[in-house]
């Protein structure tokens, strides 16, 4: 490819360091692997169903949080045919610090009778038997996907939207479908989920939403937004 056009005649946007997004994309996954090895999963779980019901949780509440509450919540409910029969209120009890408990109580209650009347109490492997469940978005869908069963994913948070927008791979874009639907496109498959874990850990530690450590930044020298953000 010469100044931009591919021999396809495709042209492709160079960004002022002379890389298409795709090319940028790479070494962002390449130097936040570098950077942050270990990609897992904040929230802490056992079974494929805690993990779902921790990330429900997880709505305007941070991770610490929700693991503090669900070392109690899967001690006092440890099956899945428990949550089924305990009460929304008992549910809530244990949750209230969360925010939204009762609505997430509710949500808790009727995943587990929908998980065990349909799926035989396992939580299911595709985008569309997930957003069926109570309370489960694309962002919880997305996770379960990608760390339960280890296929492709874009978990879609306020990180990776905010990232995403500073590091020029979407302009001024909020929808969080759009970004993801922009990441897939850039992002190598088999690095999807792993790269959205990093970019939680980059979020927290470097790309923050107030006033970014831009100077030790190590995505500096490719980031459109270097200098730039306040």
């Known amino acids: ?21 795709k090319e940028r994309m ?3 996954v390449r130097r936040l692997k570098d950077v942050y090895p270990e990609a897992v999963c904040a929230l802490h779980y056992t079974h494929d169903y805690e993990l779902l019901f921790a990330t429900r949780l997880s709505a305007q509440c941070t991770d610490a949080r929700v693991n503090i509450v669900t070392e109690r919540l899967f001690s006092d409910f440890p099956t899945l045919q428990s949550f089924a029969e305990a009460s929304e209120e008992d549910i809530a009890e244990v949750i209230k610090s969360c925010g939204l408990f009762r609505t997430k109580a509710r949500d808790l209650h009727a995943s587990a009778v929908m998980l065990l009347a349909e799926y035989g109490g ?5 985008m569309e038997q997930l957003l069926r469940l109570p309370g489960v978005g694309r962002k919880t869908a997305n996770l379960v996907l990608g760390d339960i069963y280890g296929k492709p994913a874009i978990v ?5 939207i905010r990232l995403s927008n500073r590091l020029g791979f979407v302009k001024n874009e909020k929808d969080p479908v759009k970004v993801e639907n922009a990441l897939r496109k850039l992002v190598p498959p088999e690095e999807s989920s792993d790269f959205c874990h990093r970019l939680v850990l980059f979020g927290r530690e470097h790309c923050t939403a107030r006033a970014p450590h831009c ?3 190590p995505l500096a020298d490719i980031c459109p937004s270097f200098g730039k953000t306040r």
């Open 122 to 126: 396992r939580v299911p492997d595709t």
């Open 156 to 160: 879609c948070d306020t990180h990776c």
């Open 26 to 28: 790479i070494e962002v």
């Open 215 to 217: 100077a030790d930044c």
């Open 1 to 21: 490819m010469r100044n931009g056009v591919s021999p396809h005649g495709n042209r492709e946007l160079l960004s002022e360091n002379g890389m298409t997004k």
